[in-house]
């Protein structure tokens, strides 16, 4: 597991959490789908994340550009996750080796590079939480002007959707740019829950607001491994609730992330879509996330990769790797047994 990944959240996580976490191995059962999260609550909210996007002009979207997150404009239309697939994958996520896995054969490795891949944000730069040193009480102070917020007032999703959604008739000064960027991370790392969502209807994180503290920097920081920790986080609380048996856990981390790389490395023939335009998360339209899991559970061997050669993700290129090393290693051998037959001098 990298530093960047489980390590920088883990601390904040568990003095919100009243399950404690423990790293179990993904059982290799693949169960049917249907109504195996039927108890299984999630504030994954992917409708409103189309919603809001959709209504940028083009000044606020030159905004989301500025700050490195362009990709999340071509969001798709989405109206829910599956619950029942986020369910699966995250009980078949191994925290050690940040892999969905299935058995020893199918294996998803994936790291904060898929992130970008899939959603077009950040993947490079400084790390999002400083957990040695917190988040200074004066920008904290700053987050909360930016969003308006006063006196105890804690409703940052709130806030940062009136942000978003406000309308202005003339050209967005300075003060008003900058509140706008700070409003837009708060909403998809929080009132959205499409990347890091609190365990808390309407209790927002704040652990990644030493970030925001300069908004013009905020495309500086890598904002992919901050959605990683936290989703490895979510994998080891879910299957930690699993083996408590605990009544109708909560889903958190970016569980929409790992159905893109799941159904995006599964070989269903037709439904396979070239790997060569990204983000990724664009062509995941609820019709094609629909055709694309009826041909999955169709088959009793569920989840056969795609030929590594057409897929972008990191498995894909650890794959192509290691197959590419035993072949030059094949080639060698063959040539050292030649050489060994015909007395050929090494020299």
């Not at 909210?45 to 000044?59: M, N, P, T, Y």
């Not at 990204?278 to 995941?284: A, I, K, L, T, Y």
């Not at 609820?286 to 993700?313: F, K, Q, W």
Request: proline share 4%.
């Amino acid at each position: 597991m990298t530093e960047e990944g489980l390590t920088q959240f883990t601390h904040h996580d568990q003095l919100h959490s009243n399950a404690g976490v423990q790293t179990c191995t993904p059982s290799t059962h693949v169960p049917c789908l249907g109504g195996i999260a039927d108890d299984y609550e999630t504030r994954c909210s992917v409708k409103s994340v189309h919603e809001v996007i959709s209504q940028f002009d083009s000044a606020k979207r030159e905004l989301v550009k500025s700050i490195g997150f362009g990709g999340l404009l071509q969001f798709p239309a989405l109206t829910e996750i599956n619950r029942n697939l986020a369910v699966w994958l995250l009980r078949k996520a191994d925290v050690n080796s940040q892999s969905i896995v299935i058995d020893h054969s199918r294996i998803f490795t994936f790291s904060k590079e898929d992130v970008k891949l899939a959603f077009g944000i950040p993947a490079a730069g400084k790390r999002v939480m400083q957990i040695e040193s917190g988040c200074p009480g004066s920008q904290v102070a700053y987050v909360r002007s930016c969003l308006n917020l006063t006196g105890k007032d804690s409703r940052c999703e709130k806030a940062a959707q009136e942000v978003l959604q406000r309308q202005y008739y003339t050209a967005m000064h300075a003060e008003e740019k900058a509140s706008f960027k700070v409003a837009f991370v708060v909403f998809f790392f929080v009132m959205a829950t499409l990347f890091a969502p609190p365990s808390k209807h309407d209790h927002s994180r704040t652990d990644f607001w030493a970030a925001l503290g300069r908004p013009n920097e905020i495309g500086s920081y890598d904002w992919s491994s901050y959605v990683i920790g936290h989703l490895l986080f979510a994998a080891a609380k879910l299957q930690s609730d699993l083996t408590k048996n605990i009544h109708s856990p909560l889903i958190t981390g970016c569980i929409l992330f790992l159905q893109v790389l799941y159904l995006g490395s599964i070989d269903l023939g037709v439904l396979n879509m070239p790997h060569n335009s990204f983000p990724r998360s664009q062509w995941f339209t609820p019709e094609r996330i629909r055709a694309m899991l009826a041909a999955d559970t169709v088959h009793n061997l569920r989840g056969m990769p795609r030929p590594s050669a057409e897929v972008c993700y990191t498995w894909a290129k650890m794959s192509g790797r290691a197959q590419q090393h035993s072949t030059t290693t094949r080639l060698f051998d063959a040539a050292m047994h030649w050489v060994s037959v015909l007395n050929i001098s090494e020299e």
